[in-house]
């Protein structure tokens, strides 16, 4: 795009177009305050995905913490409700990315439940239906009080927060008028900065123009990228490694043996 | 209104009015400063109200979980409060939007409750009385430990959030004198501008001054469009689409066949 | 204002004082930046100041259904309580305009309880006081379980928050020094201005300077105008339309016929 | 400050040392932003400081309204415990003020208690300690069930939380750093801009140069103040009007005579 | 860098490369709200994550006061329970610095649970899990009923909010692309800065220059070192400073003597 601008330029530099850059100074930072404000949009969204991730991993720790304090003996059913958690957040990630959840599935959950698992539409919200399904069947069995089954049921709703909140993020994107103004003016702005430039800077122009053009551009396009934390570009979450690290602490806690190994970095340093 | 603005410069410019671009640069980037104030705050408006819808979904679904693991068997009881609930959604969209509801607690609900609603003049807030009576005749009934029916009052409240939050949203705008001013600075100073720009600019003005119009323009419309973020504009929030997706997950969680189709695009790639 | 500044300019133009633009750019656009800040701290303390308002409905209406689900068949209780919460919110609002609450006391309360209230110097934290003894009586009868209870006790635990957030807001304004710097900054630089302008402008100074102060000046005193919200004027929060809705909101749930009609705006289309 | 440069200035003006507005224009725009966000992250935390005093007045008040709607009768412990409140307020004032809280304590508390505070190295946490050992004395004499002594310690909570917030804010300032950064180039701008002015404005440079720093820095001096809501400046917190109020509101409620005098402002118009 | 843009500037100044100062004033006003931004945002996560260890004093608090309440006579319990608060706050200190946690582990645990502590990878989630354990086994015992360990299990659901969210911040900086763009431009603004001045000031562009730059450049330093506030530099969080106060709090609140001295700033008035 700059490369281009720079060729043009050349050419028009000859046909007298009297452009100053008093106008362009003015259009400049007005466009800077609205990508502010454009960043500050689609970076809050950022900020509250991950944070809506870290609280998942609150409230699935927290689960089997009341589990292993209340019934501390009861092994078999940390390691299940450890399953349905670790399947919870993998489920997730495929919802929100759009992904196949099918081999995750199959990886964690028991086979009776797999089945009523894929063949909902709504997974996540399902395999949350099934540990609230357990919990009460240890409230029926008398295992757990009202009292001590609201507890859980407290975090249960906390991830069912999450789950609404992701989906909420991912499913409302930044007004997309906001994208549009900004990138049409974005673009306009800098095709038309070298002719306004090229009357002081002369050869200079295109070095300066595409040095103010990299940072409009860059910061637009750094907004667009945040706007959708869940996907997978290098500056987007890396579900991957939080679910990771969910399953690892999950399975930390219930001692279950071996640990996934943690996610590493790819070959340019980035997690997905 | 640029047009306009066009044809009029021609003819000033031979009237010799000395307008330079510094006093119009200072005026420029401050209305910049304000118009970005005003995007915060009406987007702020549409990301809450985004959030109260979002709340909505969640707690129904909590209710339906809740409702699902304490009395497993009761499957009328699922489908008759999932109704409710959907109902619901469905007569907050219409006392926002100020449509008939008519027709949609028609198709949802039972027949003798249907009066009832009807004839209230704040139905929304009546089908969630009725959702609350429902829950204490079962804790009359001794089916709910008043334990247990406080989990599920708690939710009855996250509604009864939601539709005041949403009635605070419709009912107070950002305050008229922000919208007063800022649209009278914005058009004055575009209008002005040509005037400001043909000194330096000559046969370049009109390009250059439509291009800065539509910046500061659209930036002004698209904030007076998102201040009332339950209209029906492109950039409003989709309702319709918000009410059949938890009419969807209501009924799947409740086991109702056929679930209604998703909400698709219109041609112009809206959701309403 | 701008009138003075006009008349003046006429004989300071020939008095060849030598003022430019470049510093009053440099210094408008840095009012403009902390004017950008204090409209939104003022904007601020307007939005919380209707959330209170918000979630006083909100918890009133709550505490309605609740005691309507619990003791459906106390119609007597539901008028009395209602009758308290609609005089705790025209109290509210006379406490924060500082007028007297006698008529709305005397046409609401009933003879016993308007002594006791109006004797006291914190009317509206003392009628709380009384629905919170008519829930213990109730507890004490039996007819309420410490459960329920307490899920009524966290109701008037919102209203106390509501109540104690409005009085923080209407006793602490904005520090006064930012109040004091921007106006003196903001009337100098008006003032100034069209001497720095005239030399550029010449007859048009008037009009630009006019319109540069219009805009500074109106987004001055719309700062200090939100930033009292419990005000009368057109932009503060119309309380008696908000105490009038809660007003019709709780009698229609409690079945009292007629309901009062509903606030209309005055025939500058402002409610008060 | 301004006054020294306006003298130095006469002095330079001979000097033909050449400075254009232009470069300080544009570093005064950029000091203007970073003074904007700076003054933002100072009032933030003046309106959080404000925000916990409110909420302790709300949560000192909702523990009296408990303690006189579960034990009506128990005349002596609603005094007691509101005295315990009242100096709860106090200490945290003095406290938060470095001063010394013997005359305030010595005037609220009972002997026996007195000494247990003053020999505590953390005096309001301390109270907040006794006023535990009450209610968990109420619950041992079965005069709280345990649901009830519930209702009361989540308000005690509330009151912990306010204690650790106002401490964090005293003890965490806004990293020093920021207040270095801006007042070294504040200082230096507002001394370098005469020389940068001169050029253009010959006479009336003094004149303009002041009006400029005395804008940035009064906000820069204000920002300062702020940062530090429970200093004893006429822009701080009026942390003795605040807990004067909270003395007045609880003996009101508890029905003990006299109230003490509201808190009158100074001569000054200022609160403490 | 500055000392280098200097020396070079001597040199390039001969060499009639024309650049002026408009473009750079745009660029430069860009970057300074861009810049702003970045703060915004670093100083947001500086402040959670003190909030965070803020919450995590006042959580750890109140389980002693409430264990006090509860439990008067129980001693023992108090100093173990507190002895576990303490390592559970130095052992999150030493986390999210990764360092050893091995002597104050050592220093503070019982031996029989060190071990347990230590080969845990998730130390300080492990430390939680245990203090869980000890009050499921008061439960167990009937100390605590249903009730009341709800209340404390509230507590430790704080604490396992505070853990989880500052492994949040330590984990997901700033997205790594606003760094890079940012440092990039902010570094070659303040290379090309020189050359764009020299026209215009001579003699004075070397000192001008660097205070342009000094202020963008350490404006971006900043916002770096606060972006991860559990680093040990100076205007990160005194993570040992508050450990020490937590520290010494529990143990006056036990009744533990001799208290530990409080942390005192080293020769630069830092604490660390």
């Not at 850059?21 to 950022?46: C, E, M, Q, T």
């Not at 991830?159 to 049409?184: M, W």
């Not at 637009?220 to 990771?244: K, Q, R, V, W, Y």
Request: one cysteine or more; aromatic letters at 10%.
């Amino acid at each position: 795009m700059s490369a281009i601008a720079i060729i043009i330029y050349q050419w028009y530099e000859q046909l007298g177009i009297h452009l100053t850059v008093a106008p362009f100074s003015l259009l400049g930072i007005a466009i800077a305050i609205f990508l502010g404000f454009r960043n500050s949009a689609s970076y809050s969204r950022f900020v509250e995905a991950r944070g809506l991730w870290g609280t998942l991993l609150i409230a699935e720790r927290s689960i089997i913490r009341q589990l292993k304090n209340l019934l501390p003996n009861d092994v078999e059913l940390h390691k299940r409700i450890s399953g349905y958690l670790i399947a919870l957040c993998w489920s997730l990630k495929h919802e929100l990315r759009k992904t196949d959840a099918g081999y995750d599935m199959y990886r964690i959950l028991p086979r009776h439940i797999l089945t009523q698992v894929m063949f909902s539409p709504m997974k996540t919200n399902r395999i949350l239906l099934l540990i609230g399904d357990e919990m009460a069947a240890l409230r029926e069995q008398g295992k757990l009080s009202d009292i001590t089954f609201g507890l859980i049921d407290n975090k249960i709703d906390e991830i069912a927060h999450v789950i609404g909140g992701c989906e909420r993020i991912a499913n409302t994107p930044v007004p997309f008028a906001y994208t549009l103004i900004l990138q049409r003016t974005v673009y306009l702005f800098c095709t038309l900065l070298p002719f306004a430039l090229v009357g002081d800077l002369h050869y200079m122009t295109p070095f300066v123009s595409v040095f103010i053009s990299y940072t409009f551009l860059s910061w637009d396009s750094l907004a667009e990228e945040l706007e959708d934390p869940f996907g997978t570009s290098a500056n987007d979450l890396p579900l991957n490694a939080i679910c990771n690290t969910i399953e690892r602490n999950l399975k930390e806690m219930t001692g279950q043996q071996p640990l996934p190994e943690p996610h590493q970095p790819d070959r340019y340093f980035n997690l997905t």
